[in-house]
């Protein structure tokens, strides 16, 4: 596929307009942002910064290059997408990751492939854009990149209006992240599985707590 479908493709994909309703998650930055973890835009974009490199975010980007690769194996798929719901640390996690990964393969569908037939259902959400993503063409590098670009911009966005930290802010975050983005793409793109870990504590336990906050605007 050229440059230019590519780009289109994950233009569409991973824009807060794609209908997935991923703007109803904060991957538990609510609850963090609620106990006073996250109290400025220096605290945001180290949340962020660490969830690209120890949590997270650094899991579902190297799950979704496997995916990627193995678009047209669907007993890869499988298992790529067990060992996702694996490494879920909270409920509202799993329930996050399933319905933004389903949501996103049938709004995809518009899109056709032989592929859909061979996402497993529930479809964690990176594993179900890696394998669209590769079965569509869709370069490595640029989905991964794209991918961590659109995680970050939603997390950043939680903080905006939560923290709050206020669009300017917002903005600096990003910016100050794009060389992050960039090198952790780089990186995820040649990492194996064996190179899953996350020591993102504070994250998991924020996600895991957040299904008993008094008060809540987001579903994770």
Known sequence: MSDTGSTQKLLTWLSPAFPIGAFAWSAGLETAIADGLVRDSTDTQNWVEGALFHGGIATDAILLAHAHRQHADAVQLLDLADLALALTPARERHAETTATGDAFALAARAWPSAVYARLPPPCPYPIAVGAIAGAHGVDLVATISAFLTSVVHGQVSVAVRLVPIGQT????????????????????????????????????????????QTTRIFKS
């Not at 100050?176 to 504590?201: F, H, M, N």
């Not at 994250?203 to 895991?208: E, G, H, K, Y």
């Open 169 to 212: 802010d917002g903005l600096r975050i990003m910016a100050a992240l794009e060389p992050v983005i960039a090198s952790r793409t780089l990186e995820i793109a040649q990492a194996g599985l064996e190179d899953i870990g996350s020591i993102a504590y504070a994250a998991d336990i924020a996600q895991m707590r957040h299904e008993t």
